[in-house]
C-alpha cells in the first residue's frame, strides 16, 4: 500500500476502526491487492501509526496505546464478486471495497456528484502503475486506496538475463 486517501471525515480513532473493517473485509479474498491490504493495516496496528493522514500512508506517525491491543471485528454476509471486489456487513451497515466496478455493481442507479471524481482519481493513480481500491459504506466512498508491487530485487538480473537472449523486455 502506498496511500490511504480518506474521503471521509473522523478521529484518528475512527479512521483507524474502519481501516480494521476494511482488513477484516479483505481477509476474506485472495486477491494480492487484498493481502496487501490486509498486511499494511496489521502492520500499522501492531505498530500503533496512523493510516492515511494527510494522503499519506501514515509512516511515522505513531499512537500511543493500541500496540499490541487486538480487537476483533467480524464481517458478516461476506461476498466476494470476482474481478470486482468483496462486501459485507458491519454493525448493520454495508461495507465493500474492490475496482471501480463494484460501485456500479452494488448501487447501479446511483448518480453522486462525486462519482466523476472518484474516475478521474482512479486514472491519475492508474496512470503511476499503481492498482486502486475504492473502499466505502453504503453509497459513500470512504477511503481511495493505491497498492505498488514491490520489485523483487531478482528482477534487474532476470532482465538482463532475458535482454542476452534476445528477448525484447
Known sequence: VTDWFWKTEGNSEELFRLSLIAAAMEKHSEHPVARAIVSFVEEK????????????????????G????????EISEVRSIPGVGVSGIFDGKLY?????????????????????????????????GKSVVF?????????????????KESSTEAVSEL???GIDV
Open 45 to 64: 496496528y501492531e505498530s500503533g501509526e496512523e493510516i492515511g493522514e494527510d494522503g499519506k500512508n501514515g509512516e511515522g506517525k505513531s499512537r500511543e
Open 66 to 73: 493500541r500496540k499490541g491491543e487486538r480487537k476483533m471485528i
Open 96 to 128: 465493500w471495497a474492490g475496482n471501480f466496478k463494484i460501485i456500479n455493481r452494488l448501487f447501479p442507479d446511483l448518480r453522486a456528484p462525486w462519482l466523476k471524481e472518484m474516475e478521474e482519481e482512479r486514472e491519475r493513480i492508474k496512470g503511476e
Open 135 to 151: 473502499y466505502g459504506c453504503e453509497d459513500m466512498v470512504m477511503a481511495v486506496i493505491s497498492v505498488a508491487d514491490k520489485v
Open 163 to 165: 535482454k542476452k537472449r
